[in-house]
């Protein structure tokens, strides 16, 4: 079965560029979140999904970050304008949740998109 | 609230020799307790999770956890180190009623020849 699909693997760009990520849950899997790796502050839970909506973004570090999951099977993470302190490993992750919440299941995790931002 | 510690940013241990990586979590209700270990360049893939029976839980690769609740720990173990067993491995903490997954700071372990 394929795993959480992240993409791009690695972006360079430019700082002021927009920066797009972009998930693909497991299929079947009805909870979304994403994540920011970085050695200072390891790992962030930027914002979760639960069947479609988002539940929690209160780890969205400011307006320049958007989420989107406009259907089961995809979800984007957007930063715009990009600033080189947005350099870090983002992470999709997804898993099977009741809105209620979690009963111990398993979070799969993408192979990340590696951002730099210059 | 839910905290996770893992001591010891850094672990070395040699090739064959006992691995030992301390994980002690904070909650007020139940814990579900994960360990997960990211590989350089790679995701967090789950190594072996507690939710509820058995404490002693055996995971991939040989590694094991045991959940004490007495100690409010979950440390991993593995009997014989590998070279391939160098990797970042992370503690985790969720309960019942929450979809928040609370992450160590993670420990990297290295295998010396």
């Known amino acids: 079965d394929a795993g959480v699909i992240q993409s791009p693997r690695h972006e360079v760009t430019e700082m002021g560029q927009e920066v797009t990520l972009r998930c693909k849950p497991i299929?079947?899997?009805?909870?979304l979140f994403w994540y920011r790796q970085t050695m200072m502050r390891g790992l962030e839970l930027l914002i979760y999904f639960n069947n479609n909506v988002p539940i929690d973004d209160s780890g969205m570090p400011e307006d320049r970050f958007s989420a989107k999951m406009p259907n089961a099977s995809f979800s984007t993470l957007k930063i715009q304008p990009s600033e080189p302190r947005d350099s870090a490993v983002y992470f999709c992750?997804?898993?099977?949740?009741?809105?209620?919440?979690?009963?111990?299941?398993?979070?799969?995790f993408g192979e990340g998109s590696w951002l730099t931002v210059v | 609230a839910q905290s996770v510690t893992q001591l010891g940013s850094h672990v070395s241990v040699s090739e064959g020799a006992l691995v030992l990586l301390r994980c002690n979590y904070s909650?007020?209700?139940?814990?579900?307790l994960f360990w997960y270990v990211q590989y350089p360049n790679q995701g967090l893939q789950l190594l072996l999770k507690?939710?509820?029976?058995?404490?002693l839980v055996k995971g991939i690769n040989g590694f094991e956890a045991e959940f004490k609740k007495s100690e409010t720990s979950f440390h991993l173990t593995k009997p014989s180190a590998h070279m391939s067993d160098a990797a970042e491995y992370f503690c985790a903490v969720s309960h019942s009623g929450t979809y928040k997954y609370i992450f160590g700071t993670g420990t990297r372990l290295k295998v010396l020849a």
């Open positions: 909650s007020s209700v139940p814990p579900y």
């Open positions: 299929s079947g899997h009805n909870s």
């Open positions: 507690y939710t509820t029976g058995a404490t």
């Open positions: 992750a997804s898993s099977l949740e009741s809105i209620s919440g979690t009963s111990g299941n398993t979070i799969y």
